[in-house]
């Protein structure tokens, strides 16, 4: 199979699987004294500090989650509690839309959903208004769409946003280790971010909390009082382990990375276009992740050319939540009719894919799409 799904799960590195499975061999508990529990806090520690050299952060600006997922209910709760409008975006992962709503379910009027235009950029001016007339307590954005890869300028958002008071948080999830992101430059408050998009394992994530950042503690979990109070539960230590080693590895290829995917995108999109004439590639004006590209082939069922196409594990709109066969918000967002929506397939590479890999997909997408559009052109019996 050629896997380019990478925006739902990436391959897991070796280096992590190595930093995994040494974890795993050895016992104790990173809370205890003990020898055995130093070295399971030794391994957290290196964990926390390759993370946070990815990021160009403090270690001890790091929580430890479960996932994206979480550290996005935790940064949407705990910003929602210094009072004030949450605004989001209408192209959020349901990890943000869905906590969005949640924590204003008792005043929905808190919630403000920004619109997106055709090429899934943000809409800034209602977000201004926002900021204007009403006292808004956290703006979350994502820095990169996991359905398109379309990136988010969030110079503008953060200037406007602290002018006024408010915080911002950032959902890095599709963004974190493929490209590169400097949070001294970046001045975000807030960011989540998920192991297995860059390497490392499911099932682990963090949440970066800026040193100083005027927030309410809110966490889910109580009990032990880990991760400084904002994460209880004992630690994750091999997962935290996969996580540090996955992010060093990512650090460390990064630059020739970043022009290897892109070529290996454009190759990708260059022999679609060629051979499929009417197919659309979604935010192809703007800027996007490199090794993303979604590609809506009208009149051509995405549950189909994929069904066509085993050998090939790509995507259709949503997938990467439930599979719940529903037409992408994202797509709908940018304006797209639900029969579009539900023709678009989304291709993910990353620091495995090859360029033979790249050729296989294409060639195959093309027959594939060849086919169910003569199915669909034969009359029926
Ligand atoms: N945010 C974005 C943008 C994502 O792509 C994902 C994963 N699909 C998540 C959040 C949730 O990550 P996880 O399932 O690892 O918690």
Same mark, same amino acid.
């Given at each position: 199979?050629?896997y380019? &799904?990478?925006n739902?799960s990436a391959p897991?590195?070796? $280096?992590? *699987?190595e930093?995994?499975v040494a @974890? !795993?061999? +050895?016992?104790g ?11 399971a806090a030794?391994?957290?520690d290196?964990?926390r500090?390759?993370?946070a050299?990815?990021l ?9 989650t479960s996932?994206?997922?979480e550290?996005?209910?935790l940064a ?7 009072g004030g409008?949450?605004?989001t975006?209408?192209?959020e992962?349901p990890?943000v839309l869905?906590?969005a ?6 005043h ?5 959903v920004?619109p997106v235009?055709g &090429?899934?950029?943000v809409d800034?001016?209602?977000?201004? $208004?926002? *900021?204007?007339?009403?006292?808004? @307590? !956290?703006? +979350? ?5 996991n ?6 300028d ?6 406007a946003?602290?002018d ?6 950032t959902?890095?999830t599709?963004?974190v ?5 400097d949070l001294?430059?970046?001045d ?6 998920s192991?297995h998009?860059f390497?490392g394992?499911q099932g682990v ?6 040193r ?12 032990g009082?880990h991760?400084?109070?904002w994460?209880a539960?004992?630690?994750n230590v091999?997962g935290?382990?996969g996580l540090?080693a996955a992010?060093e590895a990512?650090?460390l ?9 892109t070529?290996?995108r454009?190759t ?9 004439a ?7 004006r703007?800027g996007?992740?490199?090794?993303v590209?979604?590609i ?8 189909a ?7 090939v594990a790509a995507?259709?709109?949503s997938?990467?939540?439930?599979g719940?066969?529903?037409?992408s918000?994202?797509?709908l967002?940018?304006g797209?009719?639900r029969?579009?929506a539900?023709s678009t397939?989304?291709?993910s ?6 360029t033979r890999?790249v ?6 997408a093309?027959?594939a ?13």
């Amino acid at each position: 199979v050629v896997y380019l &799904d990478y925006n739902a799960s990436a391959p897991l590195r070796p $280096e992590a *699987l190595e930093a995994i499975v040494a @974890a !795993l061999s +050895s016992v104790g508990n990173a809370s205890s004294m003990h020898h055995p529990g130093r070295d399971a806090a030794a391994r957290v520690d290196l964990a926390r500090r390759q993370l946070a050299d990815l990021l160009n952060c403090s270690p001890g600006e790091i929580i430890f989650t479960s996932g994206a997922t979480e550290a996005n209910n935790l940064a949407l709760r705990a910003g929602y509690a210094r009072g004030g409008v949450l605004v989001t975006s209408a192209v959020e992962h349901p990890a943000v839309l869905e906590a969005a709503r949640a924590v204003t379910a008792e005043h929905p009027a808190s919630l403000v959903v920004l619109p997106v235009d055709g &090429d899934g950029t943000v809409d800034l001016d209602p977000l201004h $208004e926002v *900021l204007r007339y009403r006292e808004v @307590a !956290l703006v +979350s954005l994502m820095i990169a769409n996991n359905e398109t890869g379309v990136l988010t300028d969030l110079m503008p958002v953060i200037k406007a946003a602290h002018d006024a008071g408010a915080l911002v948080h950032t959902d890095a999830t599709q963004y974190v280790g493929r490209l590169p992101l400097d949070l001294n430059e970046v001045d975000v408050d807030l960011l989540s971010l998920s192991a297995h998009k860059f390497g490392g394992p499911q099932g682990v994530g963090a949440l970066f909390v800026r040193r100083g950042t005027p927030l309410p503690h809110r966490p889910i979990l109580v009990g032990g009082g880990h991760e400084r109070g904002w994460r209880a539960g004992t630690l994750n230590v091999a997962g935290i382990a996969g996580l540090g080693a996955a992010a060093e590895a990512a650090r460390l290829q990064l630059a020739q990375e970043v022009d290897r995917t892109t070529a290996l995108r454009d190759t990708l999109e260059a022999a679609l276009t060629a051979e499929v004439a009417d197919c659309r590639i979604n935010g192809a004006r703007v800027g996007r992740l490199p090794g993303v590209t979604s590609i809506t082939f009208p009149g051509v069922p995405a549950d189909a050319v994929l069904a066509t196409m085993p050998q090939v594990a790509a995507s259709d709109g949503s997938a990467c939540s439930s599979g719940a066969p529903s037409p992408s918000h994202v797509l709908l967002a940018m304006g797209h009719s639900r029969e579009d929506a539900d023709s678009t397939v989304r291709f993910s590479l990353g620091y495995a894919t090859t360029t033979r890999d790249v050729e296989r997909a294409a060639e195959t997408a093309v027959n594939a799409v060849r086919h169910v559009r003569s199915m669909m052109a034969a009359p029926a019996e």
